[in-house]
Structures are given as structure tokens and as C-alpha cells.
């Protein structure tokens, strides 16, 4: 994390080094479920990488994180399962390593597969 000192405000932080306090910040109280909302919206590709190797490394080691993104190839490459809302309720939950965009945009919409 990069910072002028200890004492820096947290929002003169980069984007990608405030996410990095907030989930220092949850991480802090050793969760057992850790949920997350749009986790990399508004950060540069390198602390997005950071972003998702740390959530990798949290799952890894027996955290169960849920996460709610808009970025499909974020929530393909995360997540082993995937739910699927419609009108407020979850309407099914797919497995990750069998689903791509594609599909994804496909059952959020509730249209039939394209053959």
C-alpha cells in the first residue's frame, strides 16, 4: 500500500489503496462471511489484481465471501457459484466453471439458451 505515512487521511488515498483499508478494516474482526459489494468498481487494473488475489487468498483459507458485481468476467473468475436474481428473488444459482457471458446474460434476462 502506498502512503505519504501513518498518519494520511484514508480518502487522499488511490481508490484501489481505500479498498485495500476497507477490507484490511473487515478482516480485522476475523469474519466468518465476508460480502461484498461491487469490490473493484472505480480502481486501476493493478490493485484490481491485488483485490482479487486477496479475496482468493481470504476464500482459500475458509472464508466464505459473497459477492454482488455488475462485471461478468469479475464474477466468473471469483466465484464458484453464481445466483441469479430476478425481480428481487433469487431465481436459480449456476456453477461458475460451467457458465461464460454469454449464459450469465442469458439467465439474468430469463430467455432460453441459444442453441
Partial sequence: MKCTSIT???DELS???QQKVL???ALAGTP???LLDEPTRGVDIGARHELYKLIRQMSAHGLAVMIA???LPELLGL???IGI???GVLAEIVAAKDM???GLLTRFYHREAAA
Fill in 8 to 10: 494520511q487521511s484514508c
Fill in 15 to 17: 481508490g484501489g489503496n
Fill in 23 to 25: 477490507f484490511a478494516r
Fill in 100 to 102: 461464460n457471458e454469454a
Fill in 32 to 34: 466468518r462471511v465476508l
Fill in 69 to 71: 458485481s455488475s462485471d
Fill in 85 to 87: 436474481m430476478r425481480d
Fill in 79 to 81: 466465484s464458484d457459484r
